[in-house]
């Protein structure tokens, strides 16, 4: 078999498995759920609400069913792309809140995985091309700290220093409470304020991104910058490498020229997996850092036991997860020749 057939059969198959893979996200999201303790109706109107009102509420949103019935009602819903409605949020729509949320989360991830792929390569070349020296100890360390720190914590002393201590960065929100936010046409500050030539809203609004970026972003840069640091040592080991040294190359064009290209392909595949560990973090990060974006309406949505907006929510995170890692996995066959299906 070819090799682009082999990858086109290996994405056919893939996409074939999504469903599978967002149908277990779904049921166990669904399972676990319910599995906590807490009722969603205290959450609504409080626990010390009658009986009978409370029951009138369970019978309104489908509670009082039986599991199994709740459970496939879920899945016919889900077949079409219902998401369902918050019951804590006076019935909005699940993909509204999607729509009104989640170009906040964008902006915050994307703006960490900037900061993770620039500080993480950063080091891991400095460590990898400094073996045995204090340079390399140095990245070593600053790979398995950072891969270790509770995100929660470092957000909190990251506000400290640099918010409250220094003054450099508010300490939570998007955008100023008195100030008017950018036109509203990607959902994206940074961008919409470009879009409508504001310079002083651009800035504003990069002036509140970069706290919560750099914090997401360096504590994730340590896994990128643990790849780049093995794989560009063992590239740079390479006969290729050798002979281009003895052709009298400088070493900067063979680390940049050669050895670094080669070496970078791991991280695109890296990329992927990080991307879950992404939104895990935007959780934390947003709740610390006040960030109005979805992830921290997810959970304000476990708190109080709204069910369907953390379903929804969790399996919009899955879907992205599913199909951003056959992405990078094609992405990944493209540039490598050497990958084979």
Known sequence: MSRSRALTYYVFVRLLLAPLMLWTIATIVFLLLRATPGDPIDAIIGNRAPESVKAEYREQLGLNKPLPLQYLNYLLDLLRLDLGTSI???????WEMILQYFPATVEVAVGSMVVALIVGIGVGVISASRPGTALDLG???????????PIFW?????????????????????????????????????????LSGN?????TALHYLTLPCLTLGILLSGIFERIVRVNLKQTLKADYVEAARARGIAEGSILFNHALKNALI???????????????????????????????????AINDRDYPTVQGIMVFFGGIVVFASIGIDIINALIDPRIRY
């Open 88 to 94: 804590t949020k006076q019935g909005q729509d699940i």
């Open 139 to 149: 990245g070593r360390l600053f790979g398995i700290i950072t891969y270790a720190l």
């Open 154 to 194: 470092a957000g909190m002393v990251m506000q400290l220093i640099f918010a409250v201590q220094l003054g450099w960065f508010p300490t939570a929100g998007r955008f100023p409470a008195s100030a008017t936010p950018p036109a509203d046409i990607t959902g994206l500050y940074t961008i919409d304020s470009l």
């Open 199 to 203: 310079l002083e809203q651009f800035f």
């Open 266 to 300: 791991p991280v695109i595949t890296v990329m992927g997996l990080t991307f879950a560990s992404l939104l895990g973090g935007a959780v934390l990060t947003e709740v610390t850092f006040s960030w109005p974006g979805l992830a921290n309406q997810l959970y304000g």
